[in-house]
Antibody
């Protein structure tokens, strides 16, 4: 059974930092690219970032470029999202989801349950 | 950047009725990378269709996808009570592009 479990969501003030984690089991984590996707309250889905299976390729949405950093530790089966200079508009549920097997050419079969980040003064 | 526009925004139907959801791309896309998701309140999205028309494992046959170029459709042939949800189309690859969603309500 495949499980993706996000953690690290919290209430933080604008300008502060937060790190999210996504621990994966049930698949060979080191063989899959991974995405972060977010959803603001009552809104649609927004892609945040993707990392290749080995961490060599990384891409970001323009809205987070320069502030967020995606990374992974394949020895711990864990994906991370370091979020700096947080803004009110970053308030959302953050999901991790799989990408492709040794590539990015796959839809998102597996999703975590999400972790809520609230940015508020 | 490619924009995906879904219509209608809300679809009001009854159980047993047919639902037809539209997803239009701002330019022609490779249908191999077009997916549909279902999301219920408080839950993560669930993959229904990939490659525009392939159902993922465990998805009932009443869900079907079609289309090419700029116009794609998700059809639910006969709505079950559990099908009332929000549906998103998506382009996938080294980034993800989502449509704005269609809410199917009773």
């Amino acid at each position: 059974q495949v499980q993706l479990v996000e953690s690290g969501g919290d209430v933080v003030q604008p300008g502060r930092s937060l790190r999210l984690s996504c621990t994966v089991s049930g698949i060979t984590f080191s063989s899959y690219g991974m995405h972060w996707v977010r959803q603001a309250p009552g809104k649609g889905l927004e892609w945040v970032a993707v990392i290749s299976y080995d961490g060599s390729k990384i891409y970001y949405a323009e809205s987070v470029k320069g502030r967020f950093t995606i990374s992974r530790d394949n020895s711990k089966n864990t994906l991370y999202l370091q979020m700096n200079s947080l803004r009110v508009e970053d308030t959302a549920v953050y999901y991790c989801a799989n990408s492709g097997y040794y590539n990015f050419l796959s839809a998102n079969d597996y999703w975590g349950q999400g972790t809520l980040v609230t940015v508020s003064s | 950047d490619i924009v995906l526009t879904q219509s209608p925004g809300t679809l009001s139907l009854s159980p047993g009725e047919r639902a037809t959801l539209s997803c239009r791309a701002s330019q022609s896309v490779d249908s191999s990378y077009l997916a549909w998701y279902q999301q219920k309140l408080g839950q993560a999205p669930r993959l229904l269709i990939y490659g525009a028309s392939s159902r993922t494992t465990g998805i009932p046959g009443r869900f079907s996808g079609s289309g090419s170029g700029t116009d794609f459709t998700l059809t639910v042939s006969s709505l079950e009570p559990e099908d009332f949800a929000v549906y998103y189309c998506q382009l996938y690859g080294s980034s993800l592009t989502f449509g704005g969603g269609t809410k199917v309500e009773s």
